[in-house]
């Protein structure tokens, strides 16, 4: 894929700790995953936070800094096949193993380093997996067959089975703030080579509601309708090319009880335009 068909967080994904931007508290200078990485030494961890806030994009890092055998899977399509062939990479069996060329279908980067001494799976949308699926990394994570980083949008506690998360760390990102989301925003205008005003920047922060992807993508997509003038991206460009805006929310996952804490500590506080403001969040989005 050229770099041009990319989409725009993926052309300005930093590649090393210099350019990430947000969650401090996990990768400032002496910080649990900046020694991490800086030390080499990774062990299993969930890295649990919303969308869009740097999941990916710390696990890249870690593939690009890690000795060993990276591969990158998600849960949505992967299951136990994809499983055990990497496993034999480390620890080959009986069965019939498949080609390289299908082990290249999910390997992010195969290192010089043997499988031998282990690899380092992502394992994104951890939560998809059923409680069999888990238990079949077990063992492999205990012996340290696998070193496991799982990405999940969901709470680990309720998601992942207790064994599995015995064994592994778990650090949770944080929603990007508006000042975050601008600076990344900026980056990305950099990327595009375009102007865009100062009103239209703070929209795109205050749009994300934390999630740096969804500002990257809704600046890029307006860029493309509207760029080929000289003039600078307006707000009514962006809510031209936005129409709705979707608010973040679930049924009963951890985003719906989220805005009811926030909603009745509102009331508590007798701070009544908050309380406003998560009621209508909630009538807005069913």
Do not use: C
């Amino acid at each position: 894929m050229s770099q041009v068909s990319q989409p725009l967080p993926e052309r300005i994904r930093p590649k090393n700790l210099d350019g990430f931007i947000g969650q401090e508290h996990l990768v400032g200078q002496g910080k649990p995953l900046y020694r991490a990485l800086q030390q080499k030494t990774i062990p299993s961890m969930i890295l649990w936070g919303p969308p869009g806030v740097g999941k990916t994009t710390l696990a890249r890092m870690i593939a690009d800094v890690t000795d060993k055998p990276f591969y990158l899977l998600s849960a949505v399509s992967a299951g136990k096949a994809e499983l055990r062939e990497i496993i034999e990479t480390v620890k080959p069996t009986q069965s019939k193993a498949k080609s390289s060329a299908q082990l290249d279908m999910f390997a992010v980067q195969t290192n010089e380093p043997s499988a031998s001494d282990g690899v380092v799976l992502f394992l994104d949308e951890i939560h998809r997996f059923n409680k069999a699926q888990q238990d079949f990394l077990l063992p492999y994570v205990e012996d340290g067959t696998l070193t496991l980083i799982g990405a999940t949008t969901e709470n680990p506690s309720f998601e992942v089975i207790s064994a599995l998360l015995s064994r592994m760390q778990v650090f949770t990102l944080n929603s990007l703030t508006d000042e975050e989301i601008s600076q990344i925003i900026k980056r990305g205008v950099g990327q595009l080579k375009v102007n865009i005003n100062d009103d239209a920047i703070a929209f795109l922060a205050n749009y994300a509601n934390g999630d740096a992807r969804a500002a990257l993508n809704l600046l890029d997509n307006t860029v493309r309708l509207y760029a080929p003038t000289d003039n600078p991206i307006t707000v009514e460009d962006l809510r031209e090319t936005l129409q709705s805006k979707h608010l973040r929310y679930d049924k009963s996952g951890e985003e719906h009880y989220n805005t009811i804490s926030a909603f009745i500590k509102s009331m508590r506080s007798s701070d009544a335009n908050a309380a406003l403001y998560y009621l209508a969040r909630m009538v807005d989005s069913g």
